[in-house]
């Protein structure tokens, strides 16, 4: 491959974005419990296209020209040290932001080539085409049942016979149905964390939408509550896209198509620090090829 | 930023399910503009209260001038001077206050710095059950029961202090059940709840590492409370004791039952006397033209002292609760 | 570190005259708690030994009778029957706009210097003394419209309004916000938000903060007096003519030197209370039950 060209601020690889990577024979070195993907294919359609993405708080730059595309059916994360902006990346991709007071985002972000972010688009329109789950579980206080009915109620739906059947299969899709098929009248909060979580995926499964984001979803889970969500959702991406944020390496490796490493870049001169996208890649590719030296100090765990 | 394009994705591929654009639903903007109403209500009742109660009493205003402030108030030959009111409403006010304070804040400071957890509750309970119990009823109690008893102390006092300078001018004949002195006492029992209350919130945005800090070189309990609670709580405590005032002073129906109904100024603390709001309940269904315009300008004044010291308490207790906390 | 070798350290308590001070201080303040409880105790059970003798079925719906008619003659029946209309409009006129104006506070205007001066604006209204607020209903009302229960109704609900504003607005600002968050990325409008999920989940404190609104309210004498016109008769329809309530017979009776009139005023004020206990008693009950916002 030519010598990409190192910007020293976005610190992007030009050549990223421009063409989808070759195809490459099927790997296997990290294989452990997780059965690795089937060998990689053309990626699907572009879902989201960010260019020169910068992102605020007011006036504190949070991150910094951001450039990278999401692809249909694919699992994408975004990894990197803390305060590297990936959160804000992410909730970028669903106008969460819009609720912070003073937050506003330059550059373009684009949704199947409709720009998320153009004069008339509603930000609640949105959410319904792209959910997300969150790093705490923030079940409602309601039944179980009216928790995953919530969405589709919203929506309009309120056949019992319809929600009850949106019910049980987003439930099934969680893989919580067998856990509170009989109590499903229960109050959400009474679940445990892994079941918490779960419930609040089934959720956001219950409005159908095209993307999920999920902010670090599995942080406050113990290690088989996690192990349940990643294979959720290794079960659930032939049918959405899904981006995830995470802090757990192991866990991109395992899940993951594709990984966005985030970085931060400290200027001296005005001691002002923001997010950058360091590099992007075949998850494979970053982790065990990684091109840029901050990524490989990241990925073999010289810098946290 | 590139221009909206309303096309939902290259051609073949499945696209949103559902469109992007979409005006912001009517009912959430109604929903908005409802609860801005509700909220606005507020600033219109008051500005309302101060501009139709003003119009009401604009006649008395107009009749006395500043004789509004004058000595005499005497409904047969149409003289209104408000005078002996506003003492009386000073005088036990400030009796209510003298007394409640020191109670409210040791209460306070019972309950966050003496009592452990379990017994906190049942004495937020009794104060509680002596916020709730209607004003009437004090005075019901008060003009019946506590009336004719502490006449007989009063009696006793006077005699006692009879000839002694000052104390005589203060607590010396003529005594009554019903006086100044008792008003202020049930008034005392009636703002005590919300000084307590409003105490126990200020202090308790006293750092906890100042009170450790006092406590770890040694400090007793008296002495923490000096050194760490005081300092910060004070700005607070008075915008407390502002607002126990403000409620004495509007406080009506136990003090018109147990203030004796004479509009007397004088010194003496256990004589009858008369309060604004007081007169205004006892007199007003008798009252017409310049008498009740009279009184309804007693009201006025009573609304511009009770706002005027709320605006001055709640700036206090807000900001030092805020430096509190800092 | 200076370590004193072969000497006890001094353990015990301080000497002399900080101690003094100290228990002292504590005393005083056991003290100020008891001088509140006294008091209140003999009231409570000066008002239930002497209504107690009074109160009966009849006693509570029979028709007043003239002052001086004995204890053993009617009842307060109008006043209760005026108590319960009058309040209860107030209620249903103070509650949802207070609720609403709260949601404008916390969810949409809080931190702008209109929300901050209808917030502060709030907190000084509850200042406003009641007689005052009687006054002004009879300035912008009874002069055009009569006495009513009405009248009485909007001017306890002017002094309910702001007191359901700042306990509401405590109860909102509880409830987290992971919550909200949660609903907004299913895509709900913020009305949605609130309606569906905010609400929901802090009715238990509203509910609460508005019962005690509603004991207090039932006890204020002062705003009805230029607003309803005590009177003794039984009026069912709080929009036309003069009504009573208990805490205005009351206070009618207890200038009254007949001792049936003020045996009536005993029972009217026991039966008062009770009013005031059950509500706060369920206001306790209901935040005990329906708390809970997030695991």
């Known amino acids: ?304 | 930023m590139s221009t909206v394009t309303q096309q939902v994705g290259p051609a073949g591929t499945a696209g949103p399910t559902r469109p992007l654009s979409q005006r912001r639903p009517f009912g959430d903007r109604t929903f908005q503009v409802i609860t801005l109403a509700a909220g606005l209500l507020v600033l219109v009742i008051l500005v309302l209260i101060a501009f139709t109660t003003t119009q009401q009493a604009a006649p008395w205003f107009k009749a006395e001038g500043w004789g509004i402030f004058g000595k005499t108030w005497n409904p047969a030959t149409n003289q209104f001077g408000a005078l002996s009111f506003i003492y009386g409403t000073a005088i036990t006010s400030a009796i209510a206050v003298v007394m409640a304070v020191p109670v409210s804040v040791g209460i306070a400071l019972l309950l966050t710095e003496v009592v452990p957890y379990r017994w906190a509750r049942p004495i937020v309970y009794v104060i509680d059950l002596l916020a709730v119990v209607p004003s009437v009823v004090w005075g019901l109690w008060g003009i019946l029961v506590f009336v004719p008893w502490i006449a007989k102390i009063y009696a006793h006092i006077a005699s006692g202090v009879a000839g002694i300078p000052v104390l005589d001018n203060l607590f010396g004949a003529p005594t009554s059940g019903a006086s100044f002195f008792t008003a202020g006492i049930i008034l005392a029992f009636m703002i005590t709840p919300i000084v307590t209350s409003l105490s126990r919130e200020v202090i308790a945005t006293v750092p906890a590492i100042d009170k450790e800090g006092a406590y770890a070189l040694g400090a007793t309990r008296l002495e923490m409370i000096q050194g760490a609670v005081w300092p910060h709580s004070k700005g607070g405590i008075v915008g407390a004791v502002l607002l126990g005032l403000g409620r004495a002073m509007g406080e009506t129906i136990a003090a018109a039952l147990v203030i004796g109904s004479s509009a007397t100024i004088t010194s003496h603390l256990f004589a009858p006397g008369d309060s604004m709001p007081a007169v205004i309940a006892n007199q007003f269904p008798e009252a017409s033209g310049t008498f009740r315009a009279a009184l309804i300008g007693l009201g006025v004044l009573l609304f511009a002292f009770t706002i005027i010291i709320n605006v001055i308490a709640r700036g206090i207790v807000g900001r030092s609760a805020e430096q509190g906390s800092a | 570190m200076a370590v004193i070798t072969g000497q006890q350290p001094n353990l015990r308590e301080a000497k002399g005259w900080r101690r003094t001070k100290n228990r002292i201080a504590t005393v005083l303040m056991v003290v100020a708690f008891v001088l509140v409880v006294i008091p209140l105790v003999f009231v409570l059970i000066t008002v239930v030994a002497r209504g107690i003798k009074i109160i009966s079925w009849q006693f509570l719906t029979s028709p007043i009778p003239p002052s001086v008619a004995p204890a053993s003659e009617g009842g307060i029946g109008p006043a209760i029957v005026g108590t319960f209309l009058i309040v209860g409009l107030a209620t249903l006129m103070a509650v949802p706009l207070g609720v609403l104006g709260a949601i404008y506070l916390n969810e949409y205007g809080g931190k702008g210097v209109l929300g901050r001066l209808i917030g502060f604006m709030a907190d000084v209204m509850t200042g406003v003394p009641s007689i005052v607020m009687g006054l002004f209903i009879f300035s912008i009302w009874v002069l055009h419209f009569q006495f009513s229960g009405f009248a009485g109704a909007l001017a306890l609900g002017c002094l309910m309004l702001p007191v359901v504003i700042r306990s509401t607005d405590e109860m909102l600002k509880l409830v987290p916000n992971p919550l909200r968050e949660g609903s907004y990325a299913l895509g709900a409008t913020k009305a949605r938000v609130t309606i569906t999920v905010v609400l929901p989940a802090a009715i238990g404190g509203i509910v609460s903060g508005a019962l005690l609104a509603i004991a207090r309210a039932a006890g204020e004498t002062a705003p009805l007096l230029f607003t309803i016109l005590t009177v003794t008769a039984s009026n069912w329809n709080p929009f036309s003519g003069p009504n009573t309530s208990l805490p205005s017979q009351i206070f009618t009776n207890a200038t009254s030197p007949y001792p049936g009139a003020q045996d009536r005023a005993w029972g009217a004020a026991l039966t008062l209370i009770v009013i005031a206990f059950v509500l706060m008693i369920a206001a306790r009950i209901v935040t005990a039950r329906f708390t809970r916002y997030s695991r």
Request: aromatic share 6%; hydrophobic share 35%.
């Open chain 1, 1 to 304: 491959m030519e010598q990409p060209e190192q910007n020293i601020v976005t610190g992007l690889q030009q050549s990223e974005t421009a063409a989808p990577p070759q195809a490459q024979s099927a790997p296997e070195p990290h294989a452990q419990s997780a059965p690795e993907p089937q060998a990689y294919s053309e990626p699907g359609s572009t879902v989201f296209d960010a260019e020169k993405v910068s992102c605020y708080y007011g006036s504190f730059r949070a991150v910094t020209d951001v450039s990278l595309s999401v692809y249909e059916n694919e699992i994408t994360a975004f990894i990197g040290p803390s305060g590297c902006g990936k959160t804000t990346v992410l909730r970028t991709l669903n106008r969460m932001n819009d609720l912070v007071p003073g937050a506003h985002v330059e550059g373009d972000v684009r949704y199947r080539g409709a720009s998320l972010y153009g004069k008339g688009v509603s930000p609640i329109a949105v959410r319904r085409n792209i959910g997300m789950v969150f790093q705490k579980p923030n079940p409602f206080p309601k039944s179980i049942y009216d928790n995953v009915a919530y969405g589709p109620r919203i929506n309009g739906e309120h056949k019992k016979a319809k929600l009850d059947e949106i019910v049980e299969r987003s439930l099934r899709q969680a893989a919580l149905w067998d856990e509170v098929k009989d109590r499903l009248k229960a109050s959400g909060l009474g679940l445990s964390g892994g079941q918490a979580q779960r419930l609040c995926i089934a959720r956001t499964l219950a409005v159908e939408p095209d993307v999920v984001l999920m902010d670090e979803p599995c942080s406050a889970l113990d290690p088989i509550a996690t192990s349940a969500i990643e294979d959720l959702m290794r079960d659930i991406k032939s049918r959405y896209t899904i981006v995830i944020v995470t802090h757990n390496m192991q866990q991109a490796t395992r899940v993951s198509d594709r990984t966005a490493f985030f970085s931060v870049l400290r200027n001296e001169e005005s001691d002002t620090r923001t997010g950058v996208l360091v590099e992007y890649g075949r998850t494979q590719q970053i982790f065990e090829d990684p091109k840029d030296p901050r990524t490989e100090a990241y990925v073999t765990g010289q810098v946290g």
